[in-house]
């Protein structure tokens, strides 16, 4: 898909004041936006996310990276608790990858849930419809070159990391059940040097650079557009539509 992102200086767009911003999307039958949602831990991507399906509702659907984390029913609780959970090979992108490609094919899919207290995927699946906007949000969803090459828009939302410090502290404790001395291990041994190796990089693969995701302005903004393609995805049926017809 060939798009262009006009006014924006060195390839990229920071969002955090009142700049102009626009997608130009030259495929004639544009079926599906993917929006990549990217950005460091607690950095308030989930945030900007949330926000958006509460806007849009049942227009968009959303996939979360971290349902992607590969299943370790075979290795015991006290050493999943030791995994690396913010290297890229934890994930398994291969099945978000094939799941992405099905939805813009028009079909359902079966998206894996992750138990954050287990540390481990649930046995349970939550069956995701295909949309017009697909939002995908998660620390590394930039990183994957076969994975940014199906986003039509990537973003990535950053904060300071002090910021960021102080909520994966706040969420992991308070929501995911785990102990603040073990959060904070985790953060010194492998989330820090993980963000800096490879979260950090992936900002220079966005099209826009987001400042919070509780950013009125840039939210604002991405609302105006995301409405832009749905009524520019609409207009296409109606076309298509009436070529049915006269056929």
Avoid: W
């Avoid at 006014?7 to 004639?28: A, L, P, R």
């Avoid at 399906?53 to 992607?68: G, I, S, T, W």
């Amino acid at each position: 898909m060939e798009k262009s992102l006009v006014n924006h200086c060195h390839k990229q767009n920071t969002i955090g004041c009142d700049e102009n911003i626009d997608f130009v999307d030259t495929e004639e039958h544009m079926k599906t936006v993917i929006i990549g949602i990217a950005g460091g831990t607690g950095s308030g991507k989930s945030t900007f996310t949330n926000r958006l399906k509460d806007e849009f509702k049942d227009q968009v659907a959303v996939l979360y990276h971290d349902n992607y984390y590969r299943a370790q029913d075979d290795i015991p609780f006290e050493e999943r608790k030791k995994v690396n959970y913010d290297h890229p090979d934890a994930f398994e992108t291969e099945l978000l990858i094939e799941h992405i490609k099905q939805l813009k094919e028009g079909h359902a899919i079966q998206c894996p849930v992750y138990d954050y207290a287990a540390n481990n995927r649930s046995k349970e699946v939550v069956e995701i419809q295909p949309k017009r906007v697909i939002l995908l949000e998660g620390i590394l969803v930039l990183a994957d070159p076969r994975l940014r090459e199906l986003l039509d828009i990537k973003v990535f939302v950053e904060a300071d990391a002090d910021e960021r410090i102080l909520r994966r502290v706040i969420r992991d404790v308070k929501e995911r059940g785990r102990d603040l001395e073990g959060v904070v291990d985790q953060y010194l041994t492998t989330v820090k040097p993980m963000h800096y190796l490879y979260v950090e990089p992936t900002r220079a693969k966005a099209d826009i650079v987001i400042n919070s995701g509780k950013n009125n302005v840039a939210f604002d903004l991405f609302v105006s557009k995301i409405r832009q393609l749905l009524e520019q995805l609409s207009d296409q049926d109606k076309k298509c539509a009436v070529g049915e017809r006269r056929g």
